[in-house]
């Protein structure tokens, strides 16, 4: 492993285990058992160790989003708007795991321009990724009744992440219907499909 991604490593288990305000630069020097100049050469501030960190959690939404997307069930839209609804629960607002100290730091006021950074990168990949696969699937057996899919796909992710950090016990049916409704899904053309292809 390269020294910067021991860095990026070393710092997100410390945000883990203590939260972000209360692991510093010394910390994260002293578990590497580097100087701190060694962690400047690489990061001009904690806030940039902070982004690259942030850059893992939306990695590891991307591949939870691809195992999703891998084992999506051929027509079945009610299914692949269930099992999306429980990850996005699941890898950005789930405070049971074992990132809870730093998923609460994110939560804080102090980091607010972080979480926004945060969900920003989270739109930005996540829209690109369906665009290229789900969207694609879709599109094979019904119009996209949307003028602006990336632009909507985009703007409707941001609008459920704040909704549901702000409103975490809303009903998953809700979110589905949300979504569907949005994005125009075409639920009723399911018998249509070739065997070989997914909703």
């Known amino acids: 492993m390269e020294r910067r991604e ?64 891998a084992q999506r069930r051929t027509g079945d839209i009610d299914h692949a708007l269930a099992t999306v609804v429980a990850l996005t629960r ?20 102090e980091n607010a321009a972080l ?27 019904h119009s996209v009744n949307i003028q602006h899919p990336y632009e909507t796909i985009y703007t409707l992710i941001l609008g459920l992440v704040g909704y549901l950090r702000q409103h975490p016990d809303v009903d998953d049916e809700v979110i589905k219907d949300i979504i569907a409704e949005t994005l125009h899904l075409d639920t009723t053309q399911a018998d249509q499909r070739q065997p070989d292809q997914k909703q």
């Open 6 to 69: 021991e860095i990026v490593a070393c710092a997100r288990e410390l945000f883990e285990e203590k939260g972000l305000s209360k692991t510093s630069v010394q910390n994260i020097a002293d578990r590497l058992g580097v100087a701190r100049s060694l962690f400047y050469h690489y990061f001009p501030s904690k806030e940039e160790l902070t982004s690259a960190v942030l850059d893992t959690y939306v990695e590891e939404f991307i591949e939870s989003l691809r195992v999703w997307n």
């Open 90 to 109: 699941k890898e950005l607002f789930d405070c049971e795991s074992a990132h809870k100290p730093f998923r609460r730091a994110l939560a804080t006021h």
């Open 115 to 141: 979480y926004l950074a945060f969900v920003n990168r989270v739109a930005e990949r996540v829209t690109s990724y369906i665009m290229d696969t789900t969207v694609e699937d879709y599109r094979r057996l």
